[in-house]
């Protein structure tokens, strides 16, 4: 095995990107907050260093994999979730605690057993590579039981970092649909979750609910041969992470209103409604844990209207880690938002660049979305209209992955105008590839 070294702790930077400069009477204050950290386990998604030495690894990890009986429907699916699922235990630094959850209808502990988790190393990977062998398919899917034992065993850990991994192949038939959301409810801001859907039998909506409620990514592995590389590429990014629950802190004056909050890249994911207030015109966004990454985010504000050659602070943006004593540990970057009023009508009606670019991009997921669900329900005009619209914003803002993946489902006829005709027939897993990964976004072109 090769010799790792343990990644450091990131430091983190905030840079903000507006035009603060608004036209007389205007109060709508727009930016992009480019948030960073260097110097932790991952940088733009390379392998983390996945063996450092000592037992002193502060994360633990659940890996939850689908046991349905749907799982032998072809039985090379279970087979590939087996090895994944154990290409994934050997990616496991030394130290970190974990266990491996068997789900159906039910949640059942396939290592170590008994409430526990076990402590990565040579010889508890081995075993839990034992225990795995021994899977087999049989009964129904219930997705929140798997949840809640997952919350449970990683709770036991005194741990950083809580992070699972979910595998499943269809649909949750046996439990109901609240059932599901009170169980991402309890587990919201407990650990965080990557979704996995294998195949082409599952729902596109509750695997991305699960990953959107508990701040992972979410994926489709078309191919069960697929799953070993995403299963330890999952694991790999897992293991960088090194500051947990960090929150946008967002300030606001007196008669300003915050908007919306948004994260824009490396996915669309609306956290307007997830604020937990943090003090007097202050609250919280929830981001999940940190590596060495980089994301950015859209703060849009309404402020009170001033006069010309006025200017104010529209909006003050920090980093924090709330503590348990609702105390927050600051760590140490912010950025502020400005508003000036101005008659210079070139410098007013200005549209910040990178502004412009993620306003498309969070536009060209929903098109996404509704020409994908107008599709569906037999709306073909309706379809046409908002998948073409995808078709422009897609070229327009060189998100050339998106691009591909809308012209398995779309004819393009002309990219500039958004002229497409829908396909007559379309490959299940390209539209479902296509839902999954069609809040992914591009960064602004430098």
Same mark, same amino acid.
């Given at each position: 095995m090769a010799n790792f070294s343990k990644p450091s702790v990131p430091r983190f930077s905030?840079?903000?990107?507006?035009?603060?400069?608004?036209?007389?009477?205007?109060?709508?204050?727009?930016?992009?907050?480019?948030?960073?950290s260097t110097?932790?386990?991952?940088?733009?998604?390379?392998?983390?260093a996945a063996r450092p030495a000592g037992?002193?690894?502060?994360?633990?990890?659940?890996?939850?994999?689908?046991?349905?009986?749907?799982?032998?429907?072809?039985?090379?699916?279970?087979?590939? #979730?087996? @090895?994944?699922? %154990? &290409?994934?235990v050997d990616t496991l630094r030394d130290g970190v605690h974990f266990a491996v959850i068997g789900g159906t209808h039910v949640a059942k502990e396939v290592y170590p057993g008994g409430g526990r988790l076990a402590v990565a190393d040579t010889t508890t990977r081995e075993q839990a590579k034992q225990a795995l062998r021994k899977l087999s398919a049989g009964g129904g899917t219930a997705i929140g039981t798997w949840l809640r034992l997952a919350d449970r065993l990683l709770s036991s850990a005194d741990v950083?970092?809580?992070?699972?991994?979910?595998?499943?192949?269809?649909?949750?038939?046996?439990?109901? #649909?609240? @059932?599901?959301? %009170? &169980?991402?409810d309890a587990c919201a801001g407990r650990f965080t979750c990557d979704a996995r859907g294998v195949g082409t039998d599952w729902e596109v909506k509750e695997v991305t609910s699960i990953a959107s409620a508990l701040l992972g990514s979410a994926d489709i592995v078309a191919d069960p041969a697929g799953l070993a590389a995403d299963f330890t590429g999952m694991m790999e990014t897992a293991m960088g992470k090194e500051v947990a629950d960090v929150a946008l802190r967002v300030w606001t004056p007196v008669g300003t209103t915050i908007r919306f909050v948004k994260q824009v890249a490396p996915t669309v994911e609306?956290?307007?409604?997830?604020?937990t207030e943090a003090g007097p015109r202050a609250g919280d966004y929830p981001?999940?844990?940190?590596?060495?990454?980089s994301r950015d985010y859209h703060v849009c504000v309404e402020v009170p209207a001033a006069g010309l050659g006025q200017e104010m602070l529209a909006a003050r943006v920090s980093l924090v880690v709330p503590q348990p004593d609702g105390s927050a540990q600051n760590l140490g970057a912010q950025g502020l938002v400005r508003a000036v009023w101005t008659d210079d009508m070139t410098a007013s009606t200005s549209i910040n660049p990178q502004v412009a670019h993620y306003t498309g991009q969070a536009e060209l997921a929903q098109a996404i979305q509704e020409g994908?669900?107008?599709?569906?329900?037999?709306?073909?005009?309706?379809?046409?209209?908002?998948?073409?619209?995808a078709v422009q914003l897609a070229g327009a803002s060189g998100n050339a992955d998106t691009a591909k993946l809308l012209a398995k489902v779309v004819d393009v006829v002309d990219v500039a105008t958004g002229t497409v005709r829908l396909k007559a027939k379309v490959a299940e897993a390209d539209e479902m590839t296509l839902e999954t990964r069609s809040t992914k976004t591009v960064r602004v072109k430098k």
């Open positions: 905030v840079d903000v990107y507006q035009n603060e400069y608004l036209p007389e009477g205007g109060s709508e204050v727009n930016a992009i907050v480019t948030v960073t110097g932790g386990g991952t940088l733009g998604g390379t392998a983390a037992p002193d690894a502060n994360a633990a990890v659940a890996l939850m994999v689908d046991c349905s009986g749907s799982m032998d429907y072809p039985p090379t699916k279970m087979r590939n #979730a087996r @090895d994944a699922t %154990a &290409a994934a950083a970092i809580r992070h699972g991994i979910l595998l499943t192949d269809g649909r949750n038939e046996h439990e109901s #649909a609240g @059932d599901l959301k %009170a &169980a991402l609306d956290l307007t409604g997830r604020r981001t999940g844990s940190w590596g060495d990454e994908l669900d107008l599709r569906k329900a037999g709306d073909i005009d309706g379809a046409t209209a908002k998948l073409g619209r």
